[in-house]
């Protein structure tokens, strides 16, 4: 699939009414020369995905930062922003967008683009006046959906030159997808082979970091207890179904079978390693997949967590497949030997399918 180019125009036209624009807070400087700036905007492909592709490449809104850059006293000013997609969402899936419009002064120039925000800090209250108070700016998972992921990128110092310009920034994802591709029953005792004795039930994320600041300088370790989500324990409700937790339809898988419905998750980057403690602490994220035995008198329930070693990074995907060979953990946090469960964890880049890492 090609890159989506999406065509910001910036000089001195008419506003469309969905456009916002903000000011620089120092004003124009006088007499400055002005540039009309057209950004190509780079989106990420989506060769690995669980959901559809229009899901994976949705533009929801956008805004644009054009900051002043080079080692003058203005440097990291806000010259001028704009955004669109906040009093009405936009809907766009493929092609591309040319509804911003806005002038620039000459100079070097820092470009940001963010993708899919929960807030227009273009303007007003929410409004950014410096580099700085930018990339310290924060996104909540929880305002996030599976067709609303949140993407930035930035072009970095260009100079830019009186008449017409164009500059491309390429916007990443800033979160890490987690993925069950399947589930294979292969019990090795006999009396797990039976017929209608084995039932995957429910499938999600624990330990979840739930915020992350658009420069990525804050990792989860730093997060405090309640920018986490589903601390230990299963949360249905906190985000849009899907994010974190997936209902599962109860399905008996039969001895030498496979459960090959992919279960889809995101969370932000996590840095943390692995903890069996009794109360919460920052500790890596887990993928969880509850199932049930039917012991010849009533279904008992299992769990089979999978943390996900050495750290969840933006824009990569984390493919799960599960082989189980005995009942699991009584506990969703505590691990099960590599004798109940084979679980091989294949790193990609979600853009490619290049395996990013040897499996873990």
């Known amino acids: 699939m090609k890159n989506l180019l999406l065509f910001l125009s910036f000089s001195v036209a008419l506003l469309p009414a969905c456009t916002k624009h903000a000011e620089p807070p120092f004003g124009e400087d006088t007499g400055a020369k002005s540039v009309e700036l057209h950004v190509n905007l780079g989106m990420p492909q989506t060769k690995v995905s669980a959901q559809s592709e229009t899901h994976e490449k949705m533009i929801r809104n956008v805004q644009i930062f054009v900051f002043r850059a080079g080692n003058g006293p203005d440097a990291g000013n806000l010259e001028i922003a704009a955004s669109a997609g906040f009093d009405t969402e936009l809907d766009l899936a493929t092609g591309s967008y040319d509804g911003i419009t806005l002038r620039s002064s000459t100079g070097e120039r820092e470009i940001w683009a963010v993708v899919n925000d929960s807030q227009d800090r273009t303007s007003g209250a929410d409004a ?29 110092t260009v100079v830019l030159h009186e008449g017409r310009e164009e500059v491309q920034v390429d916007v990443r994802r800033m979160a890490a997808s987690v993925i069950l591709e399947s589930v294979t029953h292969d019990f090795s005792s006999p009396a797990y082979r039976k017929a209608g004795v084995f039932r995957v039930e429910d499938c999600y994320l624990l330990n979840v970091p739930g915020r992350v600041n658009f420069g990525q300088t804050y990792p989860a370790s730093a997060l405090p207890e309640e920018a986490w989500y589903a601390r230990m324990s299963k949360e249905t409700s906190l985000c849009e179904p899907g994010l974190i937790h997936d209902a599962v ?78 009942p699991g953990s009584l506990d969703p946090n505590t691990p099960v030997r590599f004798s109940d469960v084979t679980a091989l964890v294949r790193v990609l880049d979600w853009e490619n399918g290049d395996p990013y890492s040897p499996e873990i």
């Open 249 to 326: 339809t109860p399905r008996t898988v039969e001895y030498g079978e496979s459960d090959t419905t992919p279960h889809s998750f995101y969370a932000y980057p996590n840095d943390c390693e692995f903890s069996e403690d009794a109360s919460w602490c920052a500790r890596s994220t887990l993928l969880v997949l509850e199932a049930s035995i039917f012991n010849g008198t009533e279904w008992l329930k299992f769990y089979y967590p999978v943390a996900i070693t050495g750290g969840l990074q933006a824009n990569k995907q984390y493919r799960v497949n599960l082989t189980i060979h005995r």
């Open 128 to 156: 950014v006046a410096t580099l700085g108070d930018f990339l310290a700016q924060t996104h909540d998972l929880r305002d996030s959906r599976q067709d609303k992921l949140l993407m930035t990128g930035t072009s970095g």
